[in-house]
T-cell receptor, first 114, second 112 residues
Framework: ETGVTQSPTHLIKTRGQQVTLRCSSQ?????VSWYQQALGQGPQFIFQ???????GRGNFPPRFSGLQFPNYSSELNVNALELDDSALYLC?????????????FGPGTRLTVT | AQSVAQPEDQVNVAEGNPLTVKCTYS??????LFWYVQYPNRGLQFLLK??????LVKGSYGFEAEFNKSQTSFHLKKPSALVSDSALYFC??????????FGKGTRLHILP
């Protein structure tokens, strides 16, 4: 069984650019959540997708957007990058929504904005 | 709003000694509490959770946590520390809508 994978591993962007991060959920999982982990901080919830629909959002501006595809993989898009967007972006998949279902995290994508 | 606090940025423990990583929580309603561990250049790994039931929860790699409602605490413990336990540990609380709220993390150093 393949775990959660994310691509790319690292990338460097310039302020004002746009970026797309990708996440492949674990087999059989229909829910994907995205988190931002700034250096020295705990992860912060960005949003969650369930069966291709957004299912909850944290305190992030609209320039953070996402998609979930029919195979339940997901993308996180960030427009108009700012220096403070530099962080480790984690995605997590789970079999269903709800507190009883574990979220399994991928290794993350480290984004550096210069 | 729900939150967790990890009062220690870093904890140092000698190998073989018991370890405790502290966490306190603030929730409305029933708390759903978790511990995760993060190794360098890797994602978060689930250690254990408290949903309901026994106050002592056993998890992966010999870790356990004690839920204390009166003290609103959920401290992570292990009877005998290993050097390989050195990592960043996060306490977290989960809302019904699946959002996980993490603490700032505690870096655990196990000294050989």
């Amino acid at each position: 069984e393949t775990g959660v994978t994310q691509s790319p591993t690292h990338l460097i962007k310039t302020r004002g650019q746009q970026v797309t991060l990708r996440c492949s959920s674990q087999s059989g999982h229909n829910t994907v959540s995205w988190y931002q982990q700034a250096l020295g901080q705990g992860p912060q919830f960005i949003f969650q997708y369930y069966r291709e629909e957004e299912n909850g959002r944290g305190n992030f501006p609209p320039r953070f957007s996402g998609l979930q595809f029919p195979n339940y993989s997901s993308e996180l898009n960030v427009n108009a990058l700012e220096l403070d967007d530099s962080a480790l972006y984690l995605c997590a998949s789970s079999p269903e929504t709800g507190v009883l279902y574990e979220q399994y995290f991928g290794p993350g994508t480290r984004l550096t904005v210069t | 709003a729900q939150s967790v606090a990890q009062p220690e940025d870093q904890v140092n423990v000698a190998e073989g000694n018991p370890l405790t990583v502290k966490c306190t929580y603030s929730v409305s309603g029933n708390p759903y509490l978790f511990w995760y561990v993060q190794y360098p250049n890797r994602g978060l790994q689930f250690l254990l959770k408290y949903i309901t039931g026994d106050n002592l929860v056993k998890g992966s790699y010999g870790f356990e946590a004690e839920f204390n409602k009166s003290q609103t605490s959920f401290h992570l413990k292990k009877p005998s520390a290993l050097v390989s336990d050195s990592a960043l540990y996060f306490c977290a609380v989960r809302e019904r809508g699946d959002k996980i709220i993490f603490g700032k993390g505690t870096r655990l150093h196990i000294l050989p």
